[in-house]
């Protein structure tokens, strides 16, 4: 009875961190499209520098109120996680400024199997068939969901290239650290989101400027914008969190795989919310077919044999080979 019990309260939490990040994740990017529909503000990368300083206050709270633990983290490491994240934000805002939005979704896309191809050769993982065709639907029913226009151009494929291959190396790292140093989701956060504020607010206001042509010191804000600012600040706290909490119990690879249901849910609120004319036939079987896709991953993964890790032959010592000769 205890395993089932055990496995019971796993399944209890695990969907409580889905929901969590699901949630966190929509509102603020509802909230970041209201905030630049109606009042124009328009800096991403500013804007994502002041989620993370807005986490970094999160987690001094944390650590003052004991929540979160004295860990160490290398230097190193964290340089190359810092490398990796902020060129996977500068790359996702520089995709879409030169990309097509049909160039841009597919790119996004593509992020699970390079995902998958990173559990394969560090982590010696094996899929099934099941589990490989299962992410196939996914990518093909967000595919018809999302992508409308395509057209690619060389720098906006190699800005594409660069915001794919450092997202699916964050989210990878975020798992390897978690496991290698034995963080927490809050420790790990504790470590590197200061170091994503500082360079954020840095280079953002710079970039910024670069994609849109605005300056961000010259905005002119009011009570309004202020408020949808915070809110988002706000909401990016859970945001933050919760993916580095999702891939610490999962695997990068399934959080990009059932992460897209908040593509469909953003695609929805969208329709309800800003009135716009994207809910048609096209992205109604798009949505049928993405979920189709995730419940059978979410069923194929699980099997025994759906995803797991290769046992590779432990190395054989002279003496060994010594001692099978006599």
Known sequence: MAPTTKAEKKAAVDAAAWL??????????????????????????????????????????????GYIQSSHLPFSELLKFCI???FSVVGMNVSLMWNSVGFYQIAKLSMIPVSCLLEVVFDKIRYSRDTKLSILLVLVGVGV??????????????AASIAVWSTALQQYYVHYLQRKYSLSSFNLLGHTAPAQAGTLLLIGPF?????????????????GSLTFVILSCTIAIGTNL?????????????????????????????????????????????????VIGMIWYGNASSKP??????????PVTKQQEHDGDV
């Open 242 to 290: 919760s993916q580095f909490i999702c891939i610490g119990r999962f695997t990068a690879v399934s959080f990009q795989v059932l992460g897209h249901m908040k593509t469909i849910l953003v695609l929805i609120l969208g329709f309800l919310f800003f009135g716009k004319d994207d809910l048609n036939l096209q992205v109604v079987l798009g949505m049928i077919i993405a």
């Open 305 to 314: 044999g759906g995803k797991e890790r290769r046992s590779l032959p432990l």
């Open 207 to 223: 970039l910024d400027y670069w994609l849109t042509n605005k300056r961000v010191d010259a905005y002119e804000f009011n009570v």
């Open 20 to 65: 969590f990040n699901m949630t966190t994740s929509v509102g603020v990017i509802i909230v970041n499209k209201a905030l630049m529909a109606k009042y124009g503000f328009s800096f991403a990368t500013t804007l994502t520098g002041l989620h993370f300083a807005t986490t970094t206050l999160m987690t001094l709270v944390l650590r003052w109120l």
């Open 84 to 86: 990796f994240a902020n």
């Open 145 to 158: 969901c999302t992508i409308t226009d395509v057209s690619v151009n060389s720098k906006g494929f190699m």
